[in-house]
């Protein structure tokens, strides 16, 4: 698959081949396999089941836990300044976000607001300029009309 290796390399120049030399690895003295006994032995026991059979072993000695560490005390007076603390953040952080809440509503509010004058003072302005010539209204002449008193009689 791979095409063999050349002498030259892609730029025409010999190139020079490395081979690695090996290392003779250090002579290796193996220590003597000592046997250690262990500083006691053991006791050994022996129970005999009910049904007569023995069972022999080692007794082992159960495992003690570690000794808890000792906490200080806490002062009960820096219990309550922390918890002082975190209500206060608490307090504050509810009252942020009910003015946030209150704001936005506000907002909604007005752009509904703002958004029924637009709708209704565009259906009033289709009625005004889509009506063609006084069609089914009341025609007043003004000009024959007599004010008295602040009252119109036409």
Request: charged share 10%; with cysteine.
């Amino acid at each position: 698959m791979h095409p063999e290796p050349t002498r030259n390399g892609p730029t025409g120049r010999a190139v020079e081949v490395h081979q690695p030399t090996p290392i003779t690895p250090a002579a290796v003295m193996r220590a003597p396999v000592v046997p250690v006994q262990p500083g006691s032995v053991p006791a050994v026991a022996s129970i005999v089941l009910p049904d007569g059979r023995v069972v022999t072993g080692y007794a082992i000695s159960p495992l003690q836990p570690e000794p808890v560490a000792v906490k200080p005390p806490v002062s009960r007076a820096a219990v309550n300044v922390a918890l002082g603390g975190v209500g206060f953040l608490a307090v504050c952080g509810g009252l942020l976000l009910l003015t946030s809440f209150i704001t936005a509503l506000t907002a909604l509010i007005t752009q509904l607001i703002v958004l029924a004058a637009v709708v209704f003072g565009g259906w009033i302005a289709v009625q005004v300029f889509t009506a063609k010539g006084h069609q089914g209204g009341t025609t007043v002449n003004i000009r024959k009309a007599i004010f008295k008193r602040n009252h119109f009689h036409g």
